[in-house]
Every structure is written in C-alpha cells, then in structure tokens.
C-alpha cells in the first residue's frame, strides 16, 4: 500500500483517475494491486485534496466494471471450446469456478452482486458466470449495482482511517490491517469454497 501512494505521489487528479482505471482494467489479465488496497489508497487520498471523491469513484467504477466484463467474457470464451488454452485452462478449472457454476445456474444475480465484496472469491466467479452463460447486460447493470456500494465504502473506511490516525505512518499501519483483514477473510471464504468443490467433486465420483 504505501509503494501504491509512493506511485501516486507527484500525480494531478486526472492523472491518478486514469492511473486507477487503467489499473483495474489490466488486473482483468495480469493482477498486480487488489482491489482494497486501491479503494482504502483513493479514500487517503480524497481526505488529502489529490482527487475528488464523484471523480475518483466514477473512474474507479468503470475501470472495475470494464475489468469485470473482461472477465466475463473469458468464461465465455472457455464455455464456446477456447478451454484448450492454458491461460483459460486454468481460469476455468479453479475450484471456485466450478462450484460458483452449479450456484449461478440458481441464484446468478445475488452471487455476482455480493462477490463483489469479497477479495479472492470475485474473478472465479465472474469467470464462473460466463461459462454459465450469464448475459453482459444482466451482469453489467448487477455488478455496477454493487459497486455502488462496495466503492464508496471501502473509500470512506480509507477516508476515516486517515483522518483518525495522527500520522503518515499511523495511517499506513493501519490501512494496512484494514486490508489484511479484508483479504484474510477473502482468503478464508475461498479455502471453504475450494474444500467444499472437493468435496462434491468426491461425491459425484463415488456416486458414479
């Protein structure tokens, strides 16, 4: 976190919005900074005037819901036989995958609304929704949706820990834990996923 503020340090407002877009959409291929990481570094940077918070959150939401649709439309792509690929091989045949396709088939919208709270949990699941066929439109307007809320809160915890802290250093600390937190429960929440799809997959095996 504090080599991302490090990066964004010297830059004017445009410049960290295009930054940030720019960010998340290669993280669709190549994931570099996490999500919370850049939404706690965007609120700090807000409470300090770098950027302004309808700016900072409408170039964030395009950049994510652009970076989300990538990864839509690479389930997509290994549902039509382009699996073969190892890059897709791979994406496809995560755990978490395969479980999140037998949910979505069921409850589509609310699991793309609330993966977007969880680190980890969110590209397996979207990618899950493509090879299951979900629509762009139903998933843009569902994931832009929850990122209406999921952007301007993980701002405003960014914003109200840098104001509370007394300083520079006390900020980083504790932006830190704040994102420790966030990705450890984002870590838990996957490893329960993926023992849960190994289990299934044993159940299926012994059934047949």
Known sequence: MENLLDKLAGLSHWQIDLLTAGILIESAILPVVPEEAILLTLGTLILQGRVG????????QVGAVTADLILLGFGRLASHG??????????????????????????????????????????????????????????????????????????????????????????LRSLAWVFASLLGGGVTITLILKRRARDRSKTAKTDH
């Open 53 to 60: 918070p309808f700016e900072a959150f409408a170039f964030y």
């Open 82 to 171: 382009m699996n073969r690929h190892p890059f897709l091989a791979k994406l496809i045949a995560h755990p978490t995958t395969i479980l999140a396709q037998s949910l979505i088939r069921r409850h589509a919208k609310a699991l793309i609304f609330f993966t977007r709270f969880i680190p980890t949990v969110r590209s397996p699941v979207y990618i899950a929704a493509g090879a299951s066929h979900v629509s762009y439109r139903s998933f843009a307007l569902t994931d832009w949706a929850a990122s209406c809320f999921h952007i301007p809160l993980l701002m405003g915890v960014g914003y109200y820990v840098a104001r509370v802290s007394g300083s520079p250093e006390g900020t």
